[in-house]
């Protein structure tokens, strides 16, 4: 059993920064993609920010060159940083991460359990 643990969120006036954080703990063989989301009040869950094993990384084109995802594999750790925030970015954020039980299993998707990011003056 794994287990994901998000903080960071809060109240931040427009343009401020915030900085997410996503920690794994439990048993697991290895992790995989790493990923960030969020969902608007009235909106579906859409991508924000991939980061894989290689630290290949993909944003969603709404926070290109403001937010930055990054991993600490030696933790278990992934991490947002968020600058310039829009009020548009207001919503609660999702970690998810690909685990691997073992050599032989498939990949499963595991999520946290969300953070409130509220931008507003």
């Known amino acids: 059993q794994v287990q994901l643990v998000e903080s960071g969120g809060g109240l931040v006036q427009p343009g401020g920064s915030l900085r997410l954080s996503c920690a794994a703990s439990?048993?697991?063989?290895?992790?995989?993609?790493m990923g960030w989301y969020r969902q608007a009040p009235g909106k579906e869950r859409e991508l924000v920010a991939l980061?894989?094993?290689?630290?290949?990384?993909n944003y969603a084109d709404s926070v290109k060159g403001r937010f930055t995802i990054s991993r600490d594999n030696a933790k278990n750790t992934m991490y947002l940083q968020m600058n310039s925030l829009k009020a548009e970015d207001t919503a609660v954020y999702y970690c998810?991460?690909?685990?691997?039980?073992?050599?032989?299993?498939?990949?499963?998707?595991?999520w946290g359990q969300g953070t409130q990011v509220t931008v507003s003056s």
């Open positions: 439990g048993s697991f063989f290895s992790i995989s993609k």
């Open positions: 998810k991460i690909e685990f691997r039980f073992s050599i032989l299993t498939p990949l499963r998707d595991y």
């Open positions: 980061i894989t094993t290689g630290d290949i990384t």
